[in-house]
């Protein structure tokens, strides 16, 4: 059982637990169209992804990395593997104009409250690690969840980031667990998987969408939060 022996589950939040609708990477996409880059959703969706687990390689020889480094080297990924062709600044103020047009909901993910309760019963420790905009408390309140989270460690407000090992360890010291007696589950592989694992911790790559395994690597996968119970054991 995946489970034996762990004291504290860390969930990414957006796209893991909760999300929007229409989706965030989705909502760029749809700013992009509409500002008149014709990309398609799963042109953008493969650029977007490969962008995040490149970011663990450029994480992995400087050793460190700041939100704000992750946010420039992600910008300049993706407009790199988009090939748009106009000056980046021009480009990224037009998709933040059109962002501002496009209304959105925020809800939980089918399975979270399921999930989230049979943790709880079992005493297990909750905590969220989310590259976020420093209102991941808030969101979770939005969305009915706050109740069940013991701890939210958000990149903006601890100006630390994931894939980082740094936002890892100390989320483990605040809730007084090791790596060995903790899981982390998210959907984006550069940042929950490989930054989970380097840090020292199980991990489970929540990939709904279907992404690529870009190294390889052998790592627990499911495709839904009733698969996650699953395979907790719960």
């Known amino acids: 059982m995946y489970f034996k022996g762990k004291k504290a589950v860390f969930f990414d939040f957006g796209d893991t637990l909760a999300s929007t609708s229409p989706p965030y990477i989705k909502r760029i996409n749809m700013a992009m169209r509409r500002a008149g880059y014709e990309v398609s959703y799963e042109e953008f969706e493969k650029a977007y992804l490969e962008a ?4 663990f390689k450029i994480y992995e020889k400087q050793g460190k990395l700041t939100p704000e480094e992750y946010r420039s080297n992600f910008r300049s990924l ?4 988009l090939g748009v062709d106009e000056d980046p600044s021009v480009f990224y103020t037009k998709i933040r104009e059109e962002m501002k047009e496009i ?4 809800a939980v993910l089918e399975g979270t409250f399921d999930l989230l309760e049979s943790l709880k ?3 297990i420790l909750i905590g969220i690690i989310s590259n976020n905009d420093g209102k991941t408390e808030e969101k979770c309140e939005e969305v009915g969840i706050k109740s069940y989270i013991d701890y939210v460690f958000d990149s903006t407000e601890l100006n630390l980031v994931k894939p980082d090992r740094r ?3 100390l989320a483990l010291s605040n809730m007084g667990v090791s790596p060995k007696e903790s899981i982390h589950i998210g959907d984006l592989y550069g940042s929950d998987v490989l930054g989970g ?7 489970i790559w929540f990939n709904q969408r279907g992404g690529e395994r870009f190294d390889g690597m052998e790592v627990c996968e499911v495709q839904s939060l009733i698969q996650i119970k699953e395979v907790l054991g719960n």
């Open 121 to 123: 019963k079992k005493g």
């Open 52 to 55: 995040d687990y490149d970011i």
């Open 78 to 81: 993706l407009y790199e593997a």
């Open 167 to 169: 936002i890892f360890e």
């Open 197 to 203: 694992l380097n840090a020292g911790l199980d991990v």
């Open 103 to 106: 209304k959105f909901s925020r």
